[in-house]
């Protein structure tokens, strides 16, 4: 048995054990990391295979790469590292019950966000109005809290009162140079991260939000806060081919909620003149695989979320398929979430790649995403 048949056991015994609580209000975003694996077997390698036949080499379970090099591995964060977060974390929790955050939960800006209850799937800072969007505790949208409990260092309630602050800490060390750039957010949700990459100079941010309630708050959130260099725009990414190429492409627990991932995968690629960086969950292991995972309310027979979960090797290798090497992926795992990848992507070559792999004609425009004509008539 592979070690991706293994994993996809497992995850089915730890799903039926550990179900979480389904959503039960508001649009926001449910947790999207698989439960852990009980069982994973770290012996057993890749089973490609490779067969001569006449002219050319059958590559079954692997793409092979020419160019030289392999995707550089490095941990998501330290110890110390994360030690330290959670205390500068627990420090701005605290701060929300200061005499000067009571006073200002008690003024009219304070109600406007009332008014946004249920959307809050993150914390917004107001500097000069002297609150955030969830410190009434209240308004935070609460779940497992995913990877912002930072390994399970923050309880899930910690985590979902200060989303994303905490998964900041590890994200923004990974960011190339911004400043004067243009970076696309697939995902913006209620805008803190466009908002942190407008702060570090990005010339234009453009955020995307499928979700309409939240693409309406982060509007309003960048009036308030004076970025004028920030679009939001809800739409779906997977349908949305207006969508301009931008330097960097940037998503945060996305990818894996996208109905078609491969898809998706390829439309990032193109996007992303420079840079792509994917924050996701994958399988660790070389192997080529895929499992879905779905939240129901039975009783009303409603999906609330699905998740794809890639292994690794099929995510690099359908990468390398369409043009990026793998020498050009830098891949960060956390240590102690070995399902949570952070890949970040040099896209800089991508064109010049596909025109040396000369590839058959049938795959030129689909590469390239060259649709033709409209939608069929009524």
Wanted: with cysteine; proline share 7%.
């Amino acid at each position: 048995m592979t070690r991706f048949q293994l994993f996809s056991r497992a995850l089915r015994s730890a799903e039926a054990a550990d179900a979480p609580a389904l959503p039960v209000e508001g649009n926001a975003k449910p947790a999207s990391a698989p439960p852990q694996p009980r069982v994973v077997d770290t012996s057993e390698q890749r089973t490609a295979s490779e067969i001569r036949v006449g002219h050319y080499v059958h590559y079954s379970g692997g793409v092979p790469s020419f160019e030289a090099g392999s995707p550089l591995s490095r941990p998501l964060y330290g110890e110390e590292q994360m030690a330290a977060a959670v205390v500068d974390l627990r420090k701005t929790l605290a701060a929300d019950d200061s005499p000067a955050c009571r006073a200002a939960l008690a003024t009219p800006f304070a109600e406007k966000l009332r008014g946004f209850a249920g959307a809050w799937f993150q914390r917004i800072d107001y500097p000069d109005q002297g609150l955030s969007s969830t410190s009434d505790h209240s308004l935070a949208y609460i779940d497992q809290g995913s990877f912002n409990t930072l390994g399970k260092r923050l309880t899930s309630r910690e985590a979902c009162i200060l989303r994303p602050h905490p998964k900041w800490r590890y994200l923004a060390p990974l960011m190339p140079p911004l400043a004067g750039k243009s970076v696309l957010e697939i995902g913006s949700s209620n805008g803190f991260f466009s908002f942190r990459f407008a702060e570090a100079g990005a010339e234009r941010v453009t955020g995307i939000e499928v979700v309409r309630q939240q693409c309406e708050i982060a509007r309003w959130s960048a009036e308030v806060l004076k970025h004028d260099n920030i679009r939001f725009v809800s739409t779906d990414f997977l349908l949305d081919l207006s969508l301009e190429s931008h330097d960097v492409v940037f998503l945060s627990e996305v990818h894996n909620h996208f109905l078609l991932p491969f898809f998706g995968l390829l439309r990032l690629v193109n996007l992303a003149r420079e840079t792509l960086i994917l924050d996701t969950t994958t399988v660790p292991g070389p192997e080529h695989g895929i499992t879905v995972s779905t939240g129901w309310m039975p009783e009303a027979r409603q999906l609330i979320y699905h998740s794809f979960h890639l292994t690794d090797g099929m995510l690099v290798d359908f990468l390398n398929l369409v043009g990026v090497s793998p020498s050009r992926i830098r891949r960060y795992t956390a240590p102690d979430e070995p399902y949570h990848s952070v890949y970040v992507v040099d896209t800089r070559d991508v064109a010049e790649t596909r025109a040396r792999r000369n590839y058959p004609e049938y795959l030129h425009d689909v590469l390239a995403l060259k649709f033709r004509g409209g939608p069929p008539g009524p």
